[in-house]
């Protein structure tokens, strides 16, 4: 059985930063892509970044592309988003999300992902 668990998030002011890290047990973690999501209040669930299995290819959202920046260690099952230059909109609680099946192409669709993490919240004030 596949778990997820994000820890990191927080308050902070707009313009600070966040490291969110993801750790997955159950699986073979190198042989997923892996990928952040997030949902504010009353929006649906959005794709943030994504990365191969390897970590060799990485995805972003529009809105947050030369922000944040996602990376893993699967020598010790872990996710990472590093968050910088946080804004309002940025507010939500974020997801770890593993890969349905092994060896695919990372994405940034809901459906591509089988196994989900609590979320973490994450606020930032003006």
């Known amino acids: 059985q596949v778990q997820v668990v994000e820890s990191g998030g927080g308050l902070v002011q707009a313009g600070e930063s966040l490291r969110l890290s993801c750790t997955a047990s159950?699986?073979?973690?190198?042989?997923?892509?892996m990928a952040w999501f997030r949902q504010a209040p009353g929006k649906e669930r959005e794709g943030v970044s994504c990365i191969t299995a390897s970590g060799s290819t990485t995805g972003y959202a529009d809105s947050v592309k030369g922000r944040f920046t996602i990376s893993r260690d699967n020598a010790k099952n872990t996710l990472y988003l590093q968050m910088n230059n946080l804004e309002p909109d940025d507010t939500a609680i974020y997801y770890c999300?593993?890969?349905?099946?092994?060896?695919?192409?990372?994405?940034?669709?809901?459906?591509?992902?089988?196994?989900w993490g609590q979320g973490t919240q994450v606020t930032v004030s003006s």
């Open positions: 999300a593993v890969g349905r099946y092994a060896s695919r192409a990372a994405t940034l669709s809901v459906a591509d992902f089988g196994s």
């Open positions: 159950g699986l073979i973690f190198g042989r997923y892509a």
